[in-house]
């Protein structure tokens, strides 16, 4: 008995396994963990945000201060001279409040899709930009494509024959771009492919003889194609032509010397020498190695390139009657009309926003790093 006894204390018997699990808690099961992608994204997007308000500052204060008096270009000489009508404006428009009380005022319409009316075209202004912005989107997409196409095909050939004969001739090539006036080459173009040698249009985004395609996007050559109007695609293609050519010429010059700049750099890196150790050659190890290394930099100029085509081309729009956002600044500025000088810089800062947060987007998926940056 004394050895059951002892057997008993020093092995006790264990419990069922049913009371076991109904004492042992449920195990807790690991929180979700947000992915980094989602939250560089909102941070971006918040960022964005913040930044599009301090656009919307600037342009405010900016239009406020520009030298000349808004009333007499509004209501013209005669008008302005009316005390009665004069007053009349203020009171409209809300002239005589505190400039935060305006800003406000200005922010409240700009969420309800209200950029003024423009002293210039008596227009909404929105209404204006919504037919001068695809134009200029038309002609700097089909620039930057050229540039990029070009571009990174002589940077990479550059870098691969560093030092030989063809390297030497990119490098005076794509120097010739960066030198070149683009509104002198403009006129340069216009003079020989179209009034000496005739094998180009002159100006404009379609022939008099033609109507624009139905408006879908606003983009003469995608809106004939969902219509199935070749002859008008094919005469948006051809005006198309000489804008492209000049403004792909200083793009092209600076991705070429920027490409070959970053292509080297991953050239002398040890994973490439590594590679080319185990016999990597050619195009796997150019594409899958080398402008893959290289592609977060180029992607900067890049973002950069595409957001001053979309901006800048305010002399070469002006030299082939292009209708686009540089034109309509340029006539909104020369007229003292704030609403339009005010809605031009508003599209052109969301622009530059925009194009920097796909840029950001873009470095997240290419690169982890900067998602946990």
Not at 136 to 142: D, R
Not at 212 to 224: E, F, K, N, R, S
Not at 230 to 236: G, L, N
Not at 298 to 311: E, K, M, P, Q, R
């Amino acid at each position: 008995m004394g050895q059951n006894t002892r057997a008993t204390r020093e092995y006790p018997a264990t419990a069922a396994p049913s009371e076991t699990a109904q004492r042992t808690p449920p195990a807790r099961t690991a929180p979700r963990r947000k992915s980094p992608l989602a939250g560089y994204l909102l941070r971006r997007l918040g960022m964005s945000i913040l930044l599009l308000f301090g656009v919307t500052i600037v342009t405010f204060t900016l239009a406020n201060l520009v030298p000349g008096n808004p009333i007499v270009a509004a209501l013209g000489e005669g008008a302005a001279s009316n005390p009665a009508t004069v007053e009349a404006y203020i009171e409209k428009h809300g002239l005589d409040q505190p400039l935060p009380v305006q800003y406000l005022n200005y922010l409240v319409n700009l969420f309800q899709g209200d950029m003024g009316v423009s002293l210039r075209t008596g227009q909404p202004v929105a209404s204006d930009l919504a037919k001068a912005v695809p134009a200029t989107i038309e002609v700097a997409i089909g620039a930057i494509i050229v540039s990029l196409a070009v571009g990174v095909a002589l940077g990479a050939l550059a870098a691969y024959r560093r030092g030989k004969m063809s390297d030497q001739v990119v490098r005076v090539v794509s120097l010739l771009g960066l030198s070149i006036p683009t509104f002198w080459m403009a006129l340069v173009a216009f003079n020989i492919f179209f009034l000496q040698l005739g094998i180009a249009p002159g100006s404009g985004r379609l022939s008099p003889i033609l109507a624009p395609p139905p408006t879908v996007t606003g983009l003469y050559t995608v809106d004939a194609l969902l219509a199935g109007q070749w002859v008008t695609f094919m005469d948006a293609m051809a005006h198309l032509m000489l804008p492209v050519f000049v403004l792909s010429l200083f793009t092209i010059g600076l991705l070429t010397r920027f490409v070959r700049t970053s292509v080297l750099e991953v050239l002398d890196a040890d994973y490439i020498r590594a590679g080319r150790a185990k016999g990597l050659t050619g195009p796997r190890m150019l594409f899958g190695y080398t402008l893959r290394g290289a592609s977060l930099p180029i992607l900067t100029i890049v973002g950069l390139a595409f957001g001053s085509l979309l901006s800048g081309t305010v002399l070469v729009e002006a030299v082939f009657a292009w209708p686009g956002l540089g034109s309509y600044a340029y006539n909104s500025a020369t007229s003292l009309d704030l609403p339009g000088v005010m809605g031009v810089g508003l599209v052109v800062g969301v622009i530059y926003l925009g194009i920097n947060f796909a840029v950001d987007i873009l470095y997240g998926v290419l690169d982890p790093r900067v998602r946990l940056a």
